[in-house]
């Protein structure tokens, strides 16, 4: 019963920006760490950035600097801020909550498409 539904993705020009937001449309308990996670075409996903309910974050070393997470918690809400936006950054966009207790449970969005022209 528990979803996280990703929206802010679509066609953009390199240099440019895009704000990335998930919210949960369920109930999830003890969430910890939410973070986003990306798959280009013929990749494996890949860790983009995460953020734990106090505030610490996590960067891929190619979206440092560029790209900034941060999250309503009370809300069970994720943001991801792009810019300086490149076309290796195209890619599906995947929001995750996992939880900091048992049993532990990972949840994924269905994701959503960012793509970088050049």
């Known amino acids: 019963q528990v979803q996280l539904v990703e929206s802010g993705g679509g066609l953009v020009q390199a240099g440019g920006s895009l704000r990335l937001s998930c919210a949960a449309s369920g109930t999830i308990f003890s969430i910890n760490v939410m973070g986003w996670y990306r798959q280009a075409p013929g990749k494996q996903r890949e860790l983009v950035a995460t953020i734990t309910r106090g505030g610490t974050t996590n960067y891929a070393d190619s979206v440092k600097g560029r790209f900034t997470i941060s999250r309503y918690n009370a809300q069970n809400t994720v943001y991801l801020q792009m810019n300086s936006l490149k076309p290796e950054d195209t890619a599906v966009y995947y929001c995750?909550?996992?939880?900091?207790?048992?049993?532990?449970?990972?949840?994924w969005g269905k994701g959503t498409l960012v793509t970088v022209s050049s």
């Open positions: 995750n909550a996992g939880q900091g207790s048992y049993p532990y449970m990972n949840y």
